[in-house]
Nanobody, 120 residues
Framework: EVQLVESGGGLVQAGGSLRLSCAASGFTFDDYAVGWFRQAPGKEREGVSCASSSDGTTYYADSVKGRFTISSDNAKNTVYLQMNSLKPEDTAVYYC?????????????WGQGTQVTVSA
């Protein structure tokens, strides 16, 4: 069974940094791509970043390029999202997601989400 557990959210001032973690079980990164989505109050869920080990590709939303970095530790089966230069508009619940056939595939599993709040 594929499971994803996020951690690392919290409250930070604008300009600060946070690192989110997504501990995965039931699959390996060789078989699945893993990404991050976020959903702010009253807004639709949007893709933030995705990484596929099988083909070495990574994707970032334009709004986070140059500020966020996705990475993975295959030994720990954990994916990270390093978020720097945070802005109040980055405030959202962040979700980890697994894609069976690459970042362009439909999401096959979701994590429970972790809240990120950026104060002005």
């Amino acid at each position: 069974e594929v499971q994803l557990v996020e951690s690392g959210g919290g409250l930070v001032q604008a300009g600060g940094s946070l690192r989110l973690s997504c501990a995965a079980s039931g699959f390996t990164f060789d078989d699945y791509a893993v990404g991050w989505f976020r959903q702010a109050p009253g807004k639709e869920r949007e893709g933030v970043s995705c990484a596929s080990s099988s083909d070495g590709t990574t994707y970032y939303a334009d709004s986070v390029k140059g500020r966020f970095t996705i990475s993975s530790d295959n030994a720990k089966n954990t994916v990270y999202l390093q978020m720097n230069s945070l802005k109040p508009e980055d405030t959202a619940v962040y979700y980890c997601a697994a894609f069976r056939y690459g970042c362009d595939d439909f999401v096959s599993s979701w994590g429970q989400g972790t809240q990120v709040t950026v104060s002005a």
